[in-house]
């Protein structure tokens, strides 16, 4: 097998404390089934908590709105309703999930294609609506005058900005409104003033690049002169969201994985994958072709600190940092962060099934589980899953080396479809000791849109449950994960943050819990 | 030296002996190949000329453009080349790090087109991947450009099979160095230095330098970087070993400092990753070897890189009037002044008011009457002393009051009288709901 060439997850506290918890987590998918979501709300309100200490440092103010989309749970938005955040909603059951979690009009931004029951129901509650373009303007005022709604705030969203000197390509986006087209822009606003009023501008690129996004701020700054210069007043910038997660614990693994991985399809090393996949590489005539088609998964500068260094980036041709160009034109800025800010809030558990070794060799985990219940895959994201032994044997992900019997080993996740292509991953996952039947893997990290995005029913395998856990005494006010408690559990429908608290007391004893 | 052409000075660079006394190598004399010595300033001027040459008169009738994926000293030479011959040229690249050079190619005339970051929410199914697209807008049968091509291009090898190989065997009176050491970026240079060497003695030991993968060294590819190189060979590298960002610098300033060669990291790092390897070896050695390093270019292009990896390397003593020697206490002193009262003391004693933000935000929305002078602005004129009369009390303005405070301690410090700080700053001014003209 050679060197077990391992992707170990980057483990908060919390996290990594309820993975030492197996009892708990195998009494939890015992009774629940497998696949599991297991949720953590605590850690959204630290995660947001550290975005905010961003804004303080470049004395900015404004929303921060978590991406909706990015889980449909109950337990992290009710949370999350509870500080002082906001929510970005992209769909009309979004927008009333967000109201019944108690989030005030004024915290949420509608954002994404609209039909018009969704428009209705921002405009009559009072919600900002993240307008895409000029009939979707018009077709707001004209809701607004129909039903004499209130007068609703709107955010434009920008696209197709325009660099000097060197030309910076940016992806085409089907959204927003190209500044070229501002001027037009601006004359619909003033014609619908007495149905909708500007609250600023906002964009949202698909792209990890600095340069980029210091390009479409600057252009939003210039925008909202724009809007002075005729006699409006708009106060927030929305950057969006694209602020990244590091998934990996170890930038060597990741450095020594990718240079494997990339001899494997030079065919210098045995493969890597199933059916030796190359994520985007193939070989030609000795040379390498193709873009690696893999979410950078270390990454040393993501979430707060990316929004951080984003702030105190050049403007491109206004020179000052974008920090203070916000500042000093007394802008607010919005960010709207779905991955970064559910960054080690959800675990996914998956019961190991079958482990088989194939006439080939090539040993192969069957999970009660498929590819979509565990969508880190889809997203690109390359990362091995924890080991829950079923029988509290050490599993040992530490790199102290083997300690059960089988060692090391190599294996490929297969899902629970009658599919070919049902893999959890076409990559050869290297655990540190060998699964058996009844263990649980536990995918970690897979809150920000590897959970519920794409899972369905497919065959009538059951679509996972959802569990909020918590620890006594653990809050955000507290330093980080340092509730020292038994963990705590509720089915995801049932959380909310008072009766986190009234349950705790209620109970004497915790839940089955088992740290060592 | 008379020549009809620039280009006749391309090549023919000489062959530097470095003085043991830097290098510490007691049975290895170490020679670098000055390629920094080029017209157009580097290695790249070779591979360059040679790849345009036989496509520059049809493209200059066709008027199509000249076309190259490079951020650096490619682009530059094929700037300058295609200027010299009315043809226009466009540069595609990545993300170019070295800010300097993306104004010194827009300076010499080049397009420059940077291509978009990786994808934040990414589709592994996607077929747009902006490099492909590319490779299939130059393909079209009637595709308006010339392309170089450099890393796949056998013209780009062929410059140095021809120029730069039997150039260093001839200074050496005819042999091969021993050692030859060279970094890897299109690999043409290293491949076709390595082949002339090997045909005069199959001996030679070519060392390939990389970067370490979370590093970034300008002209020089990590070891994943390299398989994409259609020029890039294993074979021909007897050793490959990683250098440093770290190491690249420090090579650069024993090359600046000691050895009177100003050369860039690339130089600096295959200087480093010689001695390192070199080093090794030379306590077993009894009798004389020779080795060659490459030096691509040369060390201004570089001064961004440095400040920011290295600042040290560039540290300037701190002036004496400026907000950075400046206690918390004094600052903490500073008189502030609040929107009310500060609206009751312009109309009272018209004290003059400073807006010490930049002069975009300034036009969009000030205080009536204020003049505007950008903090950095600001910093500059105080350094040379008071800039205000000190019979005339003044206001300064931020966004939050922090800034002004800062001046606002420093100009009482340097005797001003009457200097006060707008507390909240304009964003208080404006919540406050006093007026802000747009002029």
Partial sequence: MGVPLYLEPRLAPRAASLLASGRFLHALADGLGSPLNVLLPDQLADNLARFRAVYRTHRLTGRIFFAHKANRSSALVRRLA????????????????ALGAGFTPDRIVATGPKTPEFLWLAARTGVVVHVDGRAELEQLAALVRRYGLPRADVLLRLSEFTSEGSRVLTRPSRFGTPVAELDALLTTVERCADAVRPAGVGYHLDTTSLAEKAVALEGCVRAMDAFRARGLDPRAVDIGGGFGVSYLADGEQWERYTTELTQAV????????????????????????????????????????????????????????????????????????????????????????????????????????????VALEEHGVLMDPVLVPRDGRQAAPDAGGPVDAGGPVGVHLAGNLCLEADMITRRTVFLPSPPREGDLLAFVNTAGYCMDFRAGEAQRQPVARKVAVWRDGDAAEGPEGSGAGPWRWCLDEEYWPVVQQHRTRQHGGGEDADEA | MRLDSITDAIGDTPLVRVDPAVHGLRHIDLYAKLEMLNPFGSVKDRAAWNMVRPGLKAAAEGRHTVVELSSGNTAKALSLLAGMHGVSFKTVTNRIRIPEMRDLLLLLGAEVEELPGQTECLDPSSTDDPLTLFHQELSGSDSPYVYTDQYYNARNTEAHLTGTGPEIVADLGGRAPDHFIACVGTAGSSTGVARVLRAHDPAVHVLGLVAHKADFIPGIRTIDEVQGVGLFDPATYDTIATVTADDAIEGMVTLARRC????????????????????????????????????????????????????????????????????????????????????????????????????????????????????????????????????????????????????????????????????????????????????
């Fill in chain 1, 82 to 97: 509870a500080t002082d955040a906001g929510i970005d909603v992209a769909s009309l059951g979004e927008l009333q999930h």
């Fill in chain 2, 260 to 439: 009177g060669m100003p050369a860039g990291p690339t130089g600096g790092a295959a200087y480093s990753g010689a001695v390192r390897h070199l080093r090794a070896l030379d306590a077993e050695l009894t009798e004389r070897r020779t080795a060659v390093f490459i030096v691509c270019d040369r060390i201004e292009g570089y001064l961004s890189y440095v400040r920011r990896r290295r600042p040290d390397l560039l540290g300037r003593p701190v002036h004496r009037n400026s907000v950075a020697t400046l206690t918390d206490a004094e600052v903490a002193a500073a008189t502030g002044i609040d929107v009310a009262a500060a609206e009751r003391w312009i109309a009272e004693d018209r004290p003059l008011v400073v807006d010490l933000r930049s002069p975009f935000s300034y036009a969009a929305l000030h205080i009536a009457g204020s003049v505007n002078i950008v903090d950095e602005l600001c910093a500059e004129l105080i350094e040379g002393g008071l800039p205000f009369s000190k019979s005339r009390p003044v206001l300064l303005a931020c966004p939050v009051g922090e800034q002004s405070a800062r001046y606002a301690a420093l100009l009482t410090r340097m005797g001003h009288p009457d200097v006060r700080s707008l507390s909240g700053g304009i964003i208080a001014w404006r919540d406050a709901g006093a007026p802000l003209v747009r002029e």
């Fill in chain 1, 266 to 373: 030079m065919g210098r090393r045995p493969a890597l994958t199933w059916r030796r996949h190359g994520y985007g590489l193939s070989h030609e005539a000795g040379t390498l072709r193709g873009t690696l088609a893999l979410y950078p998964a270390h990454r040393p500068v993501a979430a707060e600190k990316y929004l951080d260094a984003l702030l105190s980036h050049a403007a491109p041709t206004l020179g000052r940092p974008l920090a203070t160009l916000l500042l000093e034109g007394l802008y607010e800025l919005h960010i709207e962060p779905g991955r970064a800010l559910a960054d080690q809030c959800g675990l996914t558990l998956a019961r190991v099934v079958e482990v088989r070794d194939t006439a080939s060799g090539e040993r192969l985990v069957r999970l009660a589980a498929g590819a979509d219940d």
